[in-house]
């Protein structure tokens, strides 16, 4: 974003502007917040989103004690010049609850996941794992993983790889889709026990041009 951009933008009385925050790899909207033009500035110079909290007064830099880091990959402008898009790749819940997004429930309280059935489901198959590791579940799998360490995961991952194998040598297709299904989930409790968030997988295939292959 030219500076000339920056200059054209209409900030409110106060001197702010609204941020969307969009998940690039999910399409998923992760939170809003308000930025004032150094704010903005310092987005664009670090790679990292930047708001202005109106509670505090003051600039803050989203993830800085979290550690859920918000990797700027692109700023949209609207056609009013007076709300902002700003794509990113989230490391961790973008949620000070969290969760993955800010808008995680519904009017009733009810959880809100009305997403279409097949968009971002593995990164929403990771925030669950990330959930269940910071809010432990009694009789969860995913806790009993977790606590028995990678060793074991990694057992299951070898052990849902044979199964897939198995089911694609037998007639038809919903075993072999079953099996898929249980290695993609261990793997994800995989990732997470490594670090590896999806938006990085993703970007290691875009990065090998899969439309090529």
């Given amino acids: 974003m030219t500076q000339r951009v920056i200059d054209g933008l209409k900030f409110d009385d106060r001197g702010l502007i609204p941020a969307i925050v969009q998940d690039r790899s999910t399409g998923r909207v992760l939170m809003m917040a308000y930025m004032n033009k150094e704010a903005l500035e310092k987005t664009v110079e670090t790679g990292t989103t930047w708001f202005?909290?109106?509670?505090?007064?003051?600039?803050?830099?989203k993830g800085e004690t979290s550690g859920n880091v918000q990797r700027v990959t692109g700023i949209c402008v609207d056609c009013d010049m007076d709300t902002l898009l700003l794509l990113v790749d989230q490391?961790?819940?973008?949620?000070?609850?969290?969760?993955?997004?800010?808008?995680?429930?519904?009017?009733?309280?009810?959880?809100?996941?009305?997403?279409?059935?097949?968009a971002g489901v593995l990164d929403r198959l990771y925030s669950?794992?990330?959930?269940?590791?910071?809010?432990?579940?009694?009789?969860?799998?995913?806790?009993?993983?977790?606590?028995k360490g990678l060793d074991k995961t990694l057992k299951k991952v070898g052990e849902e790889a044979a199964e897939v194998i198995i089911g694609a040598k037998n007639p038809g297709k919903q075993e072999t889709v079953y099996e898929i299904a249980d290695l993609l989930?261990?793997?994800?409790?995989?990732?997470?026990?490594?670090?590896?968030?999806?938006?990085?997988?993703?970007?290691?295939?875009?990065?090998?041009?899969?439309?090529?292959?």
């Fill in 91 to 118: 490391q961790g819940a973008a949620c000070h609850t969290g969760n993955r997004s800010c808008f995680y429930r519904d009017l009733d309280g009810s959880p809100c996941d009305n997403w279409p059935e097949t």
């Fill in 52 to 61: 202005f909290s109106r509670s505090r007064n003051k600039l803050w830099n």
């Fill in 128 to 147: 669950v794992v990330l959930d269940r590791r910071n809010n432990p579940r009694e009789g969860s799998y995913t806790n009993y993983l977790l606590e």
């Fill in 185 to 213: 989930y261990h793997i994800t409790v995989l990732m997470l026990q490594k670090g590896i968030e999806y938006h990085e997988v993703y970007s290691e295939l875009a990065s090998r041009h899969v439309k090529d292959r």
